[in-house]
C-alpha cells in the first residue's frame, strides 16, 4: 500500500525557516517524481515545487528563492526546506507522488505550517 | 504560467443529478489535465488523469473529456459522498497549476 506521511510542520515566527520531510512507503520511491501542495486556509490548492526521479527541479514563482525541494532515495523520504517564511505561507502542506505518467496520484495527509508573531 | 479557470466556482445539486464541471486552460495543454477530488481534513484524490482516464478504484459514474484548452468533469449521478469540492490541474508545462476549485454543494 502507498503511503505519504508528512512531518515538520509547525508553528513559527516571520522569517523563520522551516523544513518539512515525507516519508514514503509501499512502492519504489526512487521510481517516482515527487511533489508539494499546499492550502492555504479557505484557499484552493497550489503547487509549491517538484522534484523529478531523475533531480530536475521546479519551485513556484510565489516561493522561489526561498524554497530547496530534496529527496532521498536510500531514505525514501522528500524534503522541502522553506526560508524566510511570511504570513501568507500559512497552510497545510501535502507531499504527493506522480507515477507512470499519472501526475499527483497519491497523496499524503498533509502537516500544517503556520507563520504568526 | 498556464493559468486555468474553473466554472462554475460552486453549484447545488441532489443525489441522482447530472453535474458538469469545466476547466479551462489560457493556452493549449494538449490532454495534459487532471481532476481531482477533494474533502475537508482528508487527502486529495486522483480521479482522472490525461484528460479521461479514470484513475483506478474510481467510480464509472466520473468521466472527463476534452483536449487543448477546453475540458470537462462530468458526474453522471450524484451519490451522497460526492459532494465535496474539485479540482482541474494541468501538467502540461513543469510549472503545474490548478484551477480555484469548484464546490458541489446539496441542494
Known amino acids: 500500500e502507498v503511503q505519504l506521511v508528512e512531518s515538520g510542520g509547525g508553528l513559527v515566527k516571520p522569517g523563520e525557516s522551516l523544513r518539512l520531510s515525507c516519508a514514503a512507503s509501499g512502492f519504489i520511491f526512487s521510481n517516482c517524481g515527487m511533489s508539494w501542495v499546499r492550502q492555504a486556509p479557505g484557499k484552493g490548492l497550489e503547487w509549491v515545487s517538484s522534484?523529478?526521479?531523475?533531480?530536475?527541479?521546479y519551485y513556484a514563482d510565489s516561493m522561489k528563492g526561498r524554497l530547496t525541494i530534496s529527496r532521498d532515495n536510500a531514505k525514501n523520504s522528500l524534503y522541502l526546506q522553506m526560508d524566510s517564511l511570511r504570513a501568507d505561507d500559512t497552510a497545510v502542506y501535502y507531499c504527493a507522488r506522480t507515477s507512470g505518467g499519472k501526475p499527483l496520484d497519491y497523496w499524503g495527509q498533509g502537516t500544517l505550517v503556520t507563520v504568526s508573531s | 504560467d498556464i493559468q486555468m479557470t474553473q466554472s462554475p466556482s460552486s453549484l447545488s445539486a441532489s443525489v441522482g443529478d447530472r453535474v458538469t464541471i469545466t476547466c479551462r486552460a489560457s493556452q493549449y495543454i494538449g490532454t495534459s489535465l487532471s481532476w481531482l477530488q477533494h474533502k475537508p481534513g482528508k487527502a486529495p484524490k486522483l480521479l482522472i488523469y490525461g484528460a479521461s482516464i479514470l484513475q483506478s478504484g474510481v467510480p464509472g459514474r466520473f468521466s472527463g473529456s476534452g483536449s487543448g484548452t477546453d475540458f470537462t468533469l462530468t458526474i453522471s449521478s450524484l451519490q451522497p459522498e460526492d459532494f465535496t469540492t474539485y479540482y482541474c490541474?494541468?501538467?502540461?508545462?513543469?510549472?503545474?497549476?490548478f484551477g480555484q476549485g469548484t464546490k458541489v454543494e446539496l441542494e
Open positions: 490541474q494541468q501538467s502540461y508545462n513543469p510549472s503545474w497549476t
Open positions: 522534484i523529478s526521479r531523475d533531480n530536475y527541479i
